[in-house]
């Protein structure tokens, strides 16, 4: 795995991998999810990502509510670099590399408060509305976005978003990705009816995604790919996100192997192979293909030869909950 500088620290995204299974033994689904820091699950490349890592700011703890407001303004001294920001409530680094004749994204992001992982829809999670994900995340002061699982396109799954349930219609054969108020993460495979939940472990659930498959799954590779409508033996671009610790996630993406671009684009199963080889503890796969937007600063990053920027219907993205200067 080749990775490369840029502004002015060197990351390559490996940090805690995370291992500690919690079961949902009060549900009749198999749920799993959460984080361990334990120690002894640290290589040498871990400990030595892990002395940059940040500490949020000392005094009043800041929060954002979890509805559909945006998140405090980014504050123009954050921006380090192009690649870089940090102010007393986030840390963002991005870096890019190349894998298997693939360029791949990796933005490394650190948060004081669940509240600032949030999700925004242009027009609403009961509408199909799409728009420019570079102004989806302008109008909500994201720090860094990305394209979301496109929920509105199937008319099934469970779609819970800010702690406001849109829509419980699963039916089997999709992953579901829940994010609890402590901002840690749990799946449930291939998902039936009535197995969507808005509590787990004694925990609310804030988010839930439903595209997947699951790629990561407390370290270790998904179990299934052959995944409907996910073009998964194609070379393609891909997005997922993932958490590595407790307040720290990972948005990963890799580039398209359209005529121009540069790069071979990745299958499925090889893309959540690269993952976790990352390090993370749970990796969430979400829509690809020319969708695939990594957005910083109001600028979108990934794949810099595509000339056209498709209208996504929704976004993850992450937010300051400093106040505004």
């Excluded at 940090?86 to 791949?104: F, K, L, M, N, Q």
Aim: aromatic share 10%; net charge negative.
């Amino acid at each position: 795995m080749n990775l490369q500088k840029i502004g002015q620290w060197v990351i390559c995204g490996l940090c805690i991998g995370c291992l500690m299974t919690h079961a949902g033994a009060e549900m009749d689904i198999s749920v799993e999810g959460g984080t361990s820091s334990d120690s002894s699950l640290l290589s040498d490349v871990h400990q030595e990502t892990s002395e940059s890592s940040f500490t949020a700011g000392e005094g009043e703890h800041y929060t954002l509510p979890y509805d559909f407001s945006p998140g405090q303004p980014p504050r123009a001294s954050g921006f380090i670099s192009d690649y870089e920001y940090e102010d007393p409530t986030i840390h963002v680094v991005i870096t890019s590399g190349r894998e298997a004749d693939c360029t791949y994204w990796i933005a490394d992001v650190q948060i004081a408060d669940a509240s600032q992982f949030r999700t925004a829809a242009a027009g609403g999670f009961d509408s199909n509305m799409v728009m420019p994900g570079t102004a989806l995340a302008d109008r909500v002061n994201a720090v860094i976005a990305c394209d979301g699982d496109y929920f509105c396109y199937t008319g099934y799954g469970y779609i819970l978003r800010q702690g406001t349930l849109f829509l419980d219609k699963l039916k089997g054969g999709r992953d579901v990705l829940l994010v609890d108020e402590d901002g840690d993460f749990h799946v449930i495979i291939k998902a039936e009816r009535n197995q969507g939940v808005d509590t787990i472990n004694g925990k609310r659930v804030i988010n839930a995604f439903f595209f997947g498959p699951v790629l990561v799954n407390h370290g270790e590779l998904g179990k299934e790919f052959r995944y409907q409508d996910m073009a998964y033996q194609e070379y393609s671009q891909r997005m997922c996100i993932a958490q590595v610790g407790h307040l720290h996630y990972q948005i990963i993406c890799c580039e398209s192997p359209k005529a121009g671009r540069g790069s071979v684009g990745m299958k499925l199963q090889q893309f959540a192979e690269f993952v976790q080889s990352l390090g993370v503890d749970t990796a969430y796969n979400l829509d690809g293909g020319d969708s695939t937007m990594l957005i910083f600063n109001g600028k979108k990053l990934n794949d810099p030869n595509n000339p056209s920027l498709r209208n996504i219907a929704d976004i993850i993205y992450f937010a300051s909950a400093y106040p505004a200067e």
